[in-house]
């Protein structure tokens, strides 16, 4: 079963099941995000909020204005694509400064 779900003002916690869920966070605000297991598409958005993708093929959504982005990724979705990306990140970053945790194991560690 697939599930779409959009996060209101509050703080909200998203939580796709077993399909190819589509989640975006809310405002900014201090959201989470549970793919769970499927392709799933997670729009972080802005806020300082923790998003884990689960087993599967996902899509993770974020804009570079945040403040924090919290990712959780089973180790077999990491790729050298993901690693591009998050170093074009890190060099491209706005003025103001922003924290990436990044875990692939059990224990979050700060980029």
Same mark, same amino acid.
């Given at each position: 079963?697939?599930?779409?779900?959009?996060?209101?003002?509050?703080?909200? =916690?998203?939580?796709?099941?077993?399909?190819?869920? /589509?989640?975006?966070?809310?405002?900014? =605000?201090?959201? =989470?995000?549970?793919?769970?297991?499927?392709?799933? /598409?997670?729009?972080?958005?802005?806020?300082?909020?923790?998003? =884990?993708?689960?087993?599967?093929?996902?899509?993770?959504?974020?804009?570079?204005?945040?403040?924090?982005?919290?990712?959780?990724?089973?180790?077999?979705?990491?790729?050298?694509?993901?690693?591009?990306?998050?170093?074009?990140?890190?060099?491209?970053?706005?003025?103001?400064?922003?924290?990436?945790?990044?875990?692939?194991? /059990? /224990?979050?560690?700060?980029?």
């Amino acid at each position: 079963m697939q599930i779409d779900l959009i996060g209101g003002q509050g703080n909200d =916690t998203l939580n796709g099941g077993n399909g190819d869920d /589509t989640l975006n966070a809310g405002a900014r =605000t201090m959201d =989470t995000l549970n793919g769970g297991n499927g392709d799933d /598409t997670l729009n972080a958005g802005q806020g300082n909020d923790k998003v =884990t993708g689960g087993a599967g093929n996902d899509i993770y959504i974020f804009n570079l204005v945040m403040d924090n982005l919290r990712l959780w990724m089973p180790m077999v979705s990491i790729s050298l694509n993901l690693v591009k990306v998050l170093l074009k990140m890190i060099l491209l970053l706005p003025k103001k400064q922003m924290a990436l945790f990044i875990s692939a194991l /059990t /224990t979050p560690q700060m980029w």
